[in-house]
């Protein structure tokens, strides 16, 4: 009976280890096999994916640069000389240019919005401090103060620009 149960136990020994060891390398073997599909989707979605994200920089680029003050204050002319309608119109302007581009969020990264969202609303700010200032009693007076004001200092889309410029760089 003993001899029984050691011939038995010898010959499953071997099988148990050889089972184990042919379970160990299916689950390996398996693992990898996954992480290869996954690797090839993940590239082909970024080469699909590349082209939509630097589309959308270059949408907030532009965004950028068409609500650069000096820029928006040569597109964007008075309607009249009252300095509120003209404040106004110049805030509707960039308010209208930024939802216009809303949707290239889910393309870029969320610093790159939030600091494209900042300097948007750093330049309707200097347009507002501006309007409030003693020295603009008229839009034209208000174009004046915000061009020279501009002079002494960097814009709020040139410090966004110059980030997106490095974010995008760091795509190559």
Request: aromatic letters at 8%; one cysteine or more; glycine letters at 2%.
């Amino acid at each position: 009976m003993e001899l029984d149960i050691l011939g038995l136990l010898l010959y499953c020994i071997p099988a148990i280890v050889t089972g184990a060891i042919a379970f160990l390398f299916f689950r390996e073997h398996v693992e990898n096999e996954n992480n290869r599909r996954n690797y090839l989707v993940q590239k082909d979605l970024q080469k699909e994916a590349l082209p939509l994200r630097l589309q959308a920089y270059e949408r907030m680029s532009l965004f950028l640069e068409r609500t650069k003050p000096s820029k928006l204050l040569l597109r964007v002319k008075p309607t009249s000389s009252n300095k509120g309608d003209y404040e106004s119109l110049l805030i509707a302007n960039i308010e209208q240019e930024f939802d216009h581009n809303l949707a290239q969020q889910i393309y870029v990264t969320d610093k790159c919005w939030s600091i494209t969202s900042t300097a948007k609303n750093a330049t309707i700010q200097m347009i507002r401090k501006a309007t409030l200032s003693d020295r603009v009693d008229s839009a034209d007076k208000l174009r004046e103060v915000i061009l020279s004001d501009m002079m002494d200092k960097r814009s709020p889309s040139d410090a966004a620009l110059s980030f997106i410029k490095e974010e995008v760089s760091e795509i190559w």
